[in-house]
């Protein structure tokens, strides 16, 4: 997962990536550190960047993106929010997201 230090950065890859997945995780969540091994292991199995952020080091992309809790992981298509699993991520559902998103690369 590639790391997202700055708002811009973000904004940088919503413009220019057809679709992406944007993990956001915060300091001292153990469920964010529980998760994200889970969700590194299915980067391999897509071509779309994995994006990682944490929510304390940038808040400014956690207000604009409207984030109160963590993890969060959401996928993004043409720069467009596509789906948000919060919290609790069920990792079928996401992986049959992906899966669509993938089928939809070169459309």
């Known amino acids: 997962m590639e790391s997202i ?11 220019s990536k057809k679709s992406f997945l944007l993990f ?8 964010c550190e529980g998760l994200r091994p889970q969700v590194e292991a299915l980067e391999d199995d897509y071509k779309l960047p994995f994006y990682l952020v944490n929510a304390a080091k940038v808040p400014e992309l956690a207000g604009q993106l409207m984030l109160f809790t963590a993890p969060v992981v959401i996928l993004y298509r043409h720069g467009k929010e596509v789906q948000r699993f919060a919290r609790f991520v069920p990792m079928e559902e996401l992986r049959r997201r992906l899966d669509e998103l993938e089928a939809n690369l070169d459309a």
């Open 5 to 15: 230090a700055k708002i811009e950065e973000f904004q940088s890859a919503a413009d």
């Open 24 to 31: 956001v995780k915060t300091d001292n969540c153990s469920v």
